[in-house]
């Protein structure tokens, strides 16, 4: 370094502590006005996110003044935490990271703090299973196994892009009685009610006849609604009469074009009379081909598909 830059280094060194010395009785100490912070996917309202601190004197307020998606989280005024308050938007598929500024004061200086919470990617499914979630994390790929009615319906309302197949809501509320079908068949709804192009199925439900039902399959036909059907991982566990839930671990592998569902019924499976509706079956046994049809009456089976993997 030559003389000229050392004397030109040392004079910007002494103005800045210069000017430094006259403004510290005016300025509050430094603080890092940038915070980073994580948390889980599908946390629970209230849950703490982080806690906001501040360097100015006396009692601090602190306030959100911005965050990227309205009302995600809520902060105490009075001790800076920060905690969950939309927990639906902490998905990390959708909102990898969320950002939010906040205001700290003492009534006479301002501290402006951006924060950045980034979402922590979990396997969605797991997080809303309750009751059956060791069932699932013991389970290998490709395996069905039995989940509770209500795990089921926080599956169908809370993950992303969510298509519903086979039997609509509306079918299964209809004040139709439910009567029986004797099953030992492929079965499928023929009413337009499809997996778009790029789904992965991964939960099903269906109204069972009998008990100890075993052998039962899930069926996919791609493109065409008549077959040919392809068995979607395993059996279906031995199940009893009534509704019985299902959710299928690790389905890696798309539609790659728009896809039908059906079921190989093993036993005797619900169905409603519902006028207007089409619906069709093989001949008898596991076979992969619709080759009959008829109307006005609706097995009752569903799947739920999503165009976004969001499970391991």
């Known amino acids: 370094m030559n003389i000229q ?57 602190f306030s959100i003044t911005s965050q990227s998606i309205s009302q995600a989280m809520g902060i105490d005024s009075n001790t800076g935490e920060l905690r969950v308050l939309a927990w639906q938007v902490f998905d990390y598929e959708t909102n990898p990271v969320i950002t939010l500024t906040v205001n700290a004061t003492n009534g006479t200086d301002t501290e402006n703090k951006a924060v950045i919470i ?80 790029g789904s992965y199925i991964f939960a099903f439900k269906h109204y069972s006849w009998a008990n100890n039902v075993s052998g039962s399959k899930v069926k996919l036909s791609q493109g065409d609604e008549f077959g040919t059907y392809e068995s979607i991982g395993t059996s279906l566990p031995e199940h009893n009469a009534e509704y019985n839930h299902f959710v299928i671990k690790g389905n890696a592998t798309a539609t790659s074009t728009e896809a039908h569902l059906a079921i190989f019924a093993n036993n005797s499976i619900g169905y409603k009379s519902i006028s207007g509706t089409t619906y069709g079956w093989g001949d008898g046994g596991d076979t992969n081909m619709i080759t009959n049809g ?16 969001q499970w391991d």
């Open 294 to 309: 008829n109307i006005n009456a609706v097995f009752l089976y569903q799947g739920l598909s999503t165009t976004m993997k």
């Open 118 to 197: 980034s979402i922590n990617d979990i396997d969605d499914i797991a997080a809303f299973l309750n009751n059956s979630r060791t069932a699932y994390d013991n389970a290998a790929d490709g395996q069905w196994i039995s989940i509770t009615e209500s795990e089921y319906n926080d599956l169908a309302n809370y993950l992303a892009q969510v298509t519903k197949s086979g039997a609509t809501d509306n079918h299964f509320s209809s004040t139709a009685n439910i009567e029986q079908n004797s099953g030992n068949s492929l079965l499928a709804n023929r009413n337009g009610d499809t997996m778009p192009e």
């Open 5 to 61: 830059v050392r004397l030109f280094a040392l004079l910007i060194a002494l103005t800045f502590f210069a000017c430094s010395s006259e403004d510290d009785s005016n300025t509050p100490p430094p603080s890092n006005n940038t915070i980073e912070a994580s948390i889980d996917e599908y946390p629970t309202s209230g849950d703490l996110v982080t806690t906001i601190n501040s360097n100015l004197s006396g009692e601090v307020a």
